[in-house]
């Protein structure tokens, strides 16, 4: 019961879509209707600018921080804090307020990650390497998507070499998927040497 009730605070709490509503509050737009249709930060940067990516990248990850604190204050199963981050990362990809029509779940996983470096007793390194995988991999390329799958590639392989526990070792893993999954499209275009480069970030 209380893998359960997580699962659904988890989803509600990660379905709320911050994109949507900074674009529709602040901007008067509905960031659905231009470039990638995407309700995620990287999305948000291209339609609205960098500040309102960032706000949106930032909000998205500590609501999964939000729900995996809450997780591991109802539950007391070793993986109600993994379930309650799961559901909320499904929750962002797939939000019921909006249709289902939501994120790519990067920010998602670093919610996760923080989560396990500011409640789960981690080390820093959990939530710093893949971001400064990230952040390289972005510098160098320009492509988001391509930074997102490779900063969560890593992030699976440093939980992988230092931990033991197989609740946070499966969590990772099902955000990687999920992420290569939403980014399906992103693949194919990378593969065909067309994918979108940014320049919402200077």
Not at 48 to 76: C, N, Q, Y
Not at 142 to 149: A, E, G, M, P
């Amino acid at each position: 019961m209380e893998l359960l009730l997580v699962s659904v605070i988890g989803y509600l709490i990660g379905a709320i879509p911050f994109a949507y509503i900074i674009g529709k509050a602040f901007y008067n737009t509905d960031v659905r209707e231009k470039g990638s249709g995407n309700l995620g930060g990287s999305n948000t940067g291209r339609v609205l600018g960098g500040k309102a990516g960032v706000a949106v990248m930032t909000l998205d990850l500590l609501k999964v921080t939000l729900s995996a604190f809450l997780a591991s204050r109802i539950g007391s199963h070793s993986w109600s804090m993994a379930i309650g981050a799961i559901s909320a990362g499904i929750g962002h990809c797939y939000p019921i307020y909006v249709h289902f029509r939501g994120g790519k779940a990067v920010a998602a996983l670093y919610g996760y990650l923080f989560a396990l470096w500011i409640i789960g007793g981690y080390s820093p390194l959990v939530f710093f390497l893949p971001l400064c995988v990230f952040l390289l991999t972005l510098a160098a390329f320009k492509i988001v998507s391509l930074s997102s799958i490779v900063s969560s590639a890593a992030a699976l392989i440093y939980i992988c070499a230092v931990d033991s526990h197989t609740s946070a070792v499966c969590a990772v893993a099902a955000f990687v998927v999920l992420i290569v999954l939403r980014h399906k499209g992103n693949i194919r275009r990378l593969i065909a040497g067309n994918e979108r480069r940014i320049r919402w970030i200077k």
